[in-house]
């Protein structure tokens, strides 16, 4: 069976189980990742879904994986964002006023992944940008979710070049 035609459950639990082993070999982590998260009464969950996981961020931020969406924390509310939604995902910052000379665009590069290295923006087909930040370790598995997500629904995958 080709990966492509994996549940977003089932690809979600096989990257949250790699992001654990990933986050064992390199130590402790920033950014918590839980396998078995705590109901939420306010979580405004679709009659059958279930959740995958959460990854707490560095500042207590909570980020949801759920069957068909992922769920963003802010201020005390959740954001409800359906995986069928997403038309789009950029890797620590959209690029905007890229300076021109090669030696700043050096320094730029340095900078944002200083800076953002850890961070997914979420685009939906609205124009509406959802920031998943100081991810740490679960980064990468995220990213890789979000990538076979956009490729599974023949969507272009929108990252910016070099990120």
């Known amino acids: ?3 492509l035609a994996w549940s977003p459950e ?7 189980h790699k992001i654990l082993r990933w986050e064992r070999r390199a130590g402790q982590s920033t950014a918590i990742v839980n396998l078995s998260p705590a109901s939420v009464d306010t979580l405004p969950l679709q009659p059958g879904e279930t959740m995958i996981g959460e ?19 802010s201020d005390r509310q959740w954001v409800r964002v359906p995986y069928d939604s997403i038309v789009g995902h950029h890797c620590m910052a959209e690029r905007i006023n890229v300076p021109q000379d090669e030696s700043l665009k050096k320094d730029y590069h340095r900078s944002l992944k200083r800076n953002y290295g850890d961070r997914i923006i979420l685009v939906d087909r609205q124009g509406s940008r ?11 598995g995220l990213h890789h979710f979000f990538t076979w997500l956009l490729v599974r629904g023949k969507k272009p995958c929108q990252w910016t070049k070099g990120e």
């Open 130 to 140: 959802y920031e998943l930040d100081g991810l740490a370790q679960a980064y990468n």
């Open 55 to 73: 990854v707490t961020n560095r500042t207590g931020r909570r980020f949801r994986f759920g069957t068909t969406a992922v769920y963003l924390e």
């Open 1 to 3: 069976m080709s990966v």
């Open 10 to 16: 089932k690809r979600l639990l096989v990257m949250f």
